[in-house]
DNA sequence: GCCAACGTTGGC
DNA sequence: GCCAACGTTGGC
């Protein structure tokens, strides 16, 4: 089962949002950049995700999973993108991007080293060590 | 509010 | 197909 972390500006879309949401979920569209692109195709239906809120709060928030994989997104009149459905699956104690830059063993985490990357994967051990940042 | 990083667009 | 100009994202 492979991690990712997706991103959102809280005013756009917050986590609670999604939390409100409830099961049927929401698809996760707007996505137009091509390696983020990438990201959502190869997202499978039960995949957990990060919910990052980006510009306000900058913080690793919840946990949101894929319900539904890639399918082409409406709103792109390009047609060239798509997106994929999720759903809120808990809420985390926020884990801050001031703190993760504090830990050296997430230097490499795509959140650190590319800041614009809006969908991107994490790797086991950068999953387990978030949640134990969320942990205390 | 500023600006660095980066992706995209369009003229050539 | 190159690259300058431009727009956007997102941290600070």
């Not at 490499?108 to 790797?123: C, F, H, I």
Request: charged residues 25%; glycine residues 6%; aromatic residues 8%.
């Amino acid at each position: 089962m492979a991690r990712w972390l997706v991103k959102s500006e809280p005013a756009k879309w917050s986590f609670a949002q999604q939390v409100e949401a409830g099961d049927a979920g929401t698809h996760w569209n707007g996505v137009r950049n091509h390696v983020a692109k990438q990201h959502l195709m190869a997202m499978r239906v039960g995949e957990e995700c990060f919910f990052y809120h980006s510009n306000e709060g900058k913080a690793v928030v919840g946990v949101v999973e894929v319900i539904k994989p890639y399918y082409p997104d409406h709103t792109d009149e390009t047609g060239k993108f798509g997106m994929v459905d999720l759903k809120a699956v808990r809420a985390l104690p926020p884990v801050t991007l001031e703190r993760i830059k504090r830990e050296p063993r997430l230097a490499e985490m795509v959140l650190v080293r590319n800041s614009r990357m809006s969908v991107q994967p994490v790797t086991e051990a950068e999953w387990a060590l978030v949640l134990e940042l969320a942990a205390g």
